[in-house]
Each structure stands twice: as C-alpha cells, then as structure tokens.
C-alpha cells in the first residue's frame, strides 16, 4: 500500500495536509526530519504513516502517559497494532506487552523517555527490528525550553546502543530558534529533512476582552455556548477552585485541574473532561500537555498567562479538529503585576549560575512585555502572534476581536505632551502609575511624598479617564516615544524620539471606537463559519442523534467519544447522509476499520431520519 491508500484505509482522509506528505516522503526513503508544525496540524500521521509502510518497528518518544493513551486509543480503533510502555502498566501487564511486542505484535510501540534505558526495555530493543524512533513534543529536549524533560536527554544514548542506526524523526509546535537548535544538536539528526508549516491556525478566532467582570464575560459566553467543550485557564489554584465552585453553583458542568489536588482527583477529573461528563474544564497551566481531545470549542484565559509562548500554546488547545473555535483572552492591567511577581519570585536553579539566573528573569521580563502588548494592542491580534513568531503576514486577518472592531483614528498630541512632559520635569524617575496619577491630579498619599503634588504637571489631564491614559502609554512604548525599564520597579524614560513629540508633530492611535455594549460581544457568532462543515438548520437534530449514539459507544467501550469519531465526522454525516458502507466510507475521518465497526449503528440511525 502506499502513502495515500493507508491515509485512505486506516485513517479516512482523502488529502494529505500542509507539509505532511514532505516528511512521509522523506522517512520512507530513510531519511532523518524534523517537523515543526502548530498543534493540531497533524504532525502523528508524519510518522504514523512511514512506520506502517516500514518493514520493522517505530518506537515512538512522548513525555506524557495521557498522550501516549490517547494515541493508542486512536490507532487501535483505525485498526493499527500499537501499545503504550509507561509507569501506568503494573509490572504484570508491562511484562505481557513486552512478550507481545517480541513477537512481533506492534508496529507502532510508544515508550516514556525513562524506560529507554532501562534493562527490560533494552533487552527488546536489541533483538528486534526498529526501523525508526520518532521524538515527539521533541521540545522537551530544550533546557531553555519550558517543558525540560532531562530523560529526553538520554535519547541518543538509546539510540547509540541499537545494532543499526534507525531513522529519526522529531516533532514539536514550539517554533523559536533555541529550541529549534537545541533538538537539531541534542537528538543528533543526520541532515534531516526540515519542514516548518505556517503558524497560522486559520479556524482560531482570537479575542481579548478588558471587562472588569470576567466572571460575567465567561457566564455570558457558556450561556451563548451552551453544547460547547472547552477549558478555562487561570493563574492560580485559588482562582481555580473560585471559578470552578462559582459555575458549578449555576448548574455548569465544570470540573477542575491544578497541581495541589491528589492523582487520583487530577486523573479522575481529566478523564471527565475527556469523555464529556464535564465538558467545562478551569484549570491552570499544568493542564493540558498531550490533551488531545479534538473538540475543544472555546479556551478562555480568565488571567494573562506570562507569554505569548504559553498563550499560542494553551490557546492553540482549541479545534484540533480544524472546526471553528474561539480563543479569548481577558485581560486586567492586574495581571501584568501578577506575572511580574512571579518573573521576581523566581528562585535560584541549582542548575543555573547567578548569571544565567539574571538572563532568564531578563528574558522573562520582556516576553511579558509582548504578551502585555498583545493585549492592549489595537492592531490585529493573528499578526501580531505570527509576527513574534517571525513570520509576516498582511496586518488584517477579519478574525479577530480588533479586526472585527470598528476603530476610529484619535488624536493624541495633546495627551502624548503632557505624559512626556510630566516624565520629563519630575526627572524620569517614576513608573506608570504614578505618572498616571501625577496626570489626574490625585489626592493619594504616595505622590504627596513623592512631592508629585507640586509637580507643574500635576492634574493637568484630570478630564482625561484614567483608561485612555494608560492606554496611550502603552502606545507611546510600542512605537517607542517612552521606554519602560526591565527592573523591578519599572520606570519611564524618555527616548530620543520623545523630541519629535515635544515638536507638536501630530500624533494619532488607533482606538476602538466606543460604543453600546452588544448582546454577543464574545466569540464568533455561528454565521461567521468560513471554513470546515456548515451545518444546515435542519441537520442539527440528525448531528445530535450521532452525538448521542456516539456516547453510548464511547461509555460501552471505555475510550472518549472524539475517539469514535470526531465532531467533524459527525457533522459529515449529518451533511452527507450516507445511506450505505461505500458512501459512509467517504465521510471525513472514515477508514475502513470503523466503517467495519462501526457503520451499521450509525447508518441505522441516518437512515431513520
Ligand atoms: P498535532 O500536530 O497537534 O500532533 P494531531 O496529529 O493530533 O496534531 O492531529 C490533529 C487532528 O488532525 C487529528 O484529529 C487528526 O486525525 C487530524 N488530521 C491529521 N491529518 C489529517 C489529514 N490529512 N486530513 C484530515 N485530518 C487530519
Ligand atoms: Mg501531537
């Protein structure tokens, strides 16, 4: 079989997606690659594919026992032999499998980094036939990198003890340039076929949102949503456990993750998650690496994580499955103080110098300065996340909240000259807020002892609402007229382009146009669908009928119900209608291994319609 009949058979695609075929192509020849792809892109099929076409086996790296359980789910229902070595298997079982995997049972054997070296699992290794040994989440091999798994580390230790050196792959979502240099030189790859795919996740809607209810803005947003899964990420347990009691008390089926709960609770309540009992998740960053779930509708971020790294990537959790989904980030100038906290608490790394210590809180500084940018930016929010990521596009994507707000062009002159002068005559010595204060002419204690009170520019823009302000600093630091200093307590300076302001030089910024607060300010609305399945009115209640039955099977056969068939598929079939296997067959995401299984109770269902 070639390439495209087992994309066909196992998995039910038709077309192979942006730069898979580039990496299929070159493993089956025996090459090395490296696939740099955003989440949901389809980096297993890259090595999915090669490994059934291979004549031996492929051992698959991959840091998490979630992933790996959910890859396997998914291989086995497509018909494919593969199983899982991990610290899940009771001694027992792990014997068993690894009986199983010397007789030739798998094609495909995931393994956690940590058992590669151990006794058992070399054993195997060196009597059987492995053709090639994919990394995947590769950027765990990264120390710069925030996920730094150190058994990653013992990878081509691994792969130096083999009788023959099989093909290396490696796959990773995280795109910058240490990272990427750090697993070129790290897993050793012998002039691998490189591909990086665009960043651009097309079916993302990106919005943020500057409510001061945030609690309100999520419970208009679940009410307008009300069949959808998603996630929830807050900045702290407290907040977690807040959110998650307060929509659970209205009847939202919410569930909860975060490091200070036991195992067993984290397990159980991701499995919940998973298989839809509680299709709301709140959870902070310890959730969600290796969740594959693919009908995640919405990742809603109630605090600003600390970087645009982590927001591509927790927000990147949405639509896996190509369908339409909404990433909305709400925003408070709080949380900008919160994850500077946090950058200064950073404590001493056995592993790093004084030095290197210095560096990565540097560093940490000024990636929450773009994060912060991304939020009170007026510009579009896809470009500015592909552009921090180095790739360049046009600056209007029509698909995200600014893109879709209407903005009116303001003059500024005027504000801009009194922020600077202020910054000026009290002797660049304060930060924004005080600044900001200075500005309104406040009465509070703090700028009676900095004798801010007596400054000339004191209550000089006191008609000006503190909002517009602040929000004309931050513009005045992105086009670089002011700049914020990186220590722990911030202050503004002036630059040298600060004269050409202080010359009457007109300037304007782009503001949102203010106006009444809409009914369906979240989101995307349902019209706006451009790509993916469009569902017709009267389709919806066939879809449901799927879902439903979808859920029995999922309950009956233990595995989540995206693992049956994904919403995609579902909503296929509600568009299609296939009224026999062959035309099942040509449903997105049908291979033959479900039509078999599967094909029967669902065409009953279609056909009594
Ligand atoms: P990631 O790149 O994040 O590892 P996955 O490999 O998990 O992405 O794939 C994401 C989703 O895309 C899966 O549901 C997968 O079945 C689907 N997919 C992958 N390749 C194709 C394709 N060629 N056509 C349609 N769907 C695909
Ligand atoms: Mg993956």
Redesign the pocket.
């Known amino acids: 079989m070639d390439k495209h009949q087992i994309l066909k058979k196992y998995f039910g695609y038709d077309s192979f997606r942006e730069g898979q075929e580039g990496i299929i192509d070159a493993l089956i020849a025996g090459r090395d690659a490296f696939g740099i792809m955003p ?1 949901g892109a389809g ?2 099929l890259c090595y999915q594919i090669p490994a059934l076409i291979m004549e031996g086996i492929t051992i698959v790296v991959s840091p998490l026992i979630s ?1 790996m359980k959910d890859q396997v789910g998914t291989l086995n229902q497509a018909g494919v032999h593969a199983a899982f070595f991990n610290s899940s298997l009771s001694h027992a079982q792990y014997k068993k499998a690894l009986e199983l995997a010397k007789s030739g049972r798998y094609k495909i054997i995931y393994v956690a980094p940590e058992r590669l070296l151990l006794e058992e699992f070399t054993e195997f290794a060196l009597q059987a036939d492995i053709s090639m040994v994919t990394v ?2 590769a950027h765990c091999v990264s120390q710069w990198g925030q996920d730094f798994r150190p058994s990653y580390l013992k990878i081509t230790e691994f792969i130096s003890l083999l009788p023959r050196r099989p093909v290396v792959s490696a ?1 990773t979502a995280t795109a910058t340039n240490e990272v990427k240099e750090d697993i070129l030189a790290a897993l050793d790859l012998k002039q691998p076929e490189m591909i990086t795919t665009g960043f651009d996740r097309k079916n993302l809607f990106y919005k943020v949102n500057a409510n001061k209810d945030k609690f309100a803005e999520v419970m208009e947003y679940l009410t307008e949503h009300p069949t959808e899964s998603g996630i929830i990420y807050c900045s702290t347990r407290k907040t977690v456990e807040e959110v998650c009691r307060k929509l659970q008390n209205r009847g939202i089926p919410a569930t909860r993750y975060h490091a200070g709960l036991s195992d067993l609770e984290r397990q159980k309540n991701q499995d919940d998650f998973l298989y839809d009992a509680a299709p709301v998740m709140v959870a902070t960053n310890a959730f969600g690496m290796g969740i ?1 779930k693919s009908n995640v509708r919405f990742v809603i971020h109630y605090n600003m994580p600390k970087n645009i790294e982590s927001y591509y990537q927790e927000a990147g959790r949405a639509g896996r499955d190509g369908e339409e989904a909404n990433c909305i980030l709400l925003y408070a100038p709080q949380d900008v103080a919160l994850n500077q906290f946090l950058i200064d608490q950073e404590v001493e790394n056995e592993a790093l110098t004084a030095e290197d210590m210095q560096f990565v809180k540097e560093r940490d500084r000024e990636r929450l300065k773009q994060m912060t940018f991304y939020c009170t930016t007026n510009e579009c929010l896809r470009d500015f996340v592909l552009r921090y990521f180095g790739e360049y596009t046009s600056n209007y994507c029509g698909k995200c909240s600014n893109c879709l707000t209407e903005f009116v062009d303001i003059d500024v002159t005027a504000i801009t000259q009194a922020i600077l002068a202020c910054v000026k005559s009290s002797g660049q010595r304060f930060g924004m807020t005080v600044i900001t204060d200075t500005l309104r002419g406040s009465q509070s204690m703090k700028l009676k002892q900095n004798r801010m009170s007596e400054n000339p520019c004191f209550g000089k823009l006191s008609d000006t609402p503190v909002f517009r302000i602040r929000q004309v600093m931050q513009f005045l630091q992105l086009e670089g007229y002011i700049l914020v200093t990186d220590d722990q307590y911030p202050v503004v300076k002036l630059t040298e382009k600060s004269k050409e302001a202080f010359e009457n030089t007109p300037i304007r910024m782009k503001a949102a146009k203010e106006k009444e607060h809409k009914k369906s300010s979240l989101g995307q609305d349902k019209k706006q669908k451009k790509d993916g399945i469009t569902l017709l009115e009267t389709d919806y209640p066939l879809f449901e009928k799927l879902r439903k039955l979808r859920m029995e099977i999922a309950k009956a056969e233990h595995v989540p119900p995206y693992i049956v068939f994904s919403d995609k598929s579902l909503k296929d079939m509600s568009a299609k209608k296939p009224k026999n296997k062959k035309e099942f067959l040509e449903v997105n995401g049908v291979g033959e291994n479900k039509c078999e299984k599967y094909g029967e109770k669902f065409l009953t269902v279609i056909l009594e319609e």
């Open positions: 989440t980096k297993s992933l995947d989440e796959f594959d």
